[in-house]
T-cell receptor, first 111, second 117 residues
Framework: TQLLKQSPQFLSIQEGENLTVYCNSS?????LQWYRQEPGEGPVLLVT?????EVKKLKRLTFQFGDARKDSSLHITAAQPGDTGLYLC???????????FGKGTLLTVNP | NAGVTQTPKFQVLKTGQSMTLQCAQD?????MSWYRQDPGMGLRLIHY???????DQGEVPNGYNVSRSTTEDFPLRLLSAAPSQTSVYFC????????????????FGSGTRLTVV
């Protein structure tokens, strides 16, 4: 079983602050994805990273895949209340193509 | 563009009842899967399918059955509902490149909130 640990579990910040959430594993993944989930809805894909060391930017969000493809981080610059939600990382590995999810980081951005 | 459609959105069952959660996608995705989401447990894979006629078990398959007779539909059957199956259920689909094991992201439905009393 490939486990993904996300930290922190909860994060409450003020509008305008920066933050980083982490996704770590002892296993290697062929690709890693980040999702955001809002209450009452399904997760929505933000990004997929495939190459070790890869960095992708999505407006104020920066995603990084570790060189060894075992970990990833999500950095948000100047957080806004609209960034509030549950952030999930998910890794794809092994020969059976199953996506394994971390338990998520619940982010609250206060106005 | 409907994406992934799940029905019903809410359901209350009595212990021992059976029911089917419906999932349909209109994106011609090969891969479909069912997850359950519980507080503190994250999303756990129940069953998945890599194409019509092919299904396999995930992490928590007990008490659930699936079938995939068409590319579009992937229903989840609860055989005899138990309170432990109270959860939010998500169906997801994806296009998958089998040659490189690269998955370009899942599209999730909006979920079915199931309560078993």
């Amino acid at each position: 079983t490939q486990l993904l640990k996300q930290s922190p579990q909860f994060l409450s910040i003020q509008e305008g602050e920066n933050l980083t959430v982490y996704c770590n594993s002892s296993s290697v993944f062929s690709s890693l994805q980040w999702y955001r989930q809002e209450p009452g809805e399904g997760p929505v894909l933000l990004v997929t990273v495939v190459t070790g060391g890869e960095v992708k930017k999505l407006k104020r969000l920066t995603f990084q895949f570790g060189d060894a493809r075992k970990d990833s981080s999500l950095h948000i610059t100047a957080a806004q209340p609209g960034d509030t939600g549950l952030y999930l990382c998910a890794g794809l590995g092994g020969s059976n193509y199953k996506l394994t999810f971390g338990k998520g980081t619940l982010l609250t951005v206060n106005p | 563009n409907a994406g992934v459609t799940q029905t019903p959105k809410f359901q209350v069952l009595k212990t021992g009842q059976s029911m089917t959660l419906q999932c349909a996608q209109d994106m011609n995705h090969e891969y479909m899967s069912w997850y359950r989401q519980d507080p503190g447990m994250g999303l756990r894979l129940i069953h998945y399918s890599v194409g019509a006629g092919i299904t396999d078990q995930g992490e928590v398959p007990n008490g659930y059955n699936v079938s995939r007779s068409t590319t579009e539909d992937f229903p989840l059957r609860l055989l005899s509902a138990a309170p432990s199956q109270t959860s939010v259920y998500f169906c997801a689909s994806s296009h998958q490149r089998w040659d490189s094991q690269v998955n370009y992201g899942y599209t999730f439905g909006s979920g079915t909130r199931l309560t078993v009393v």
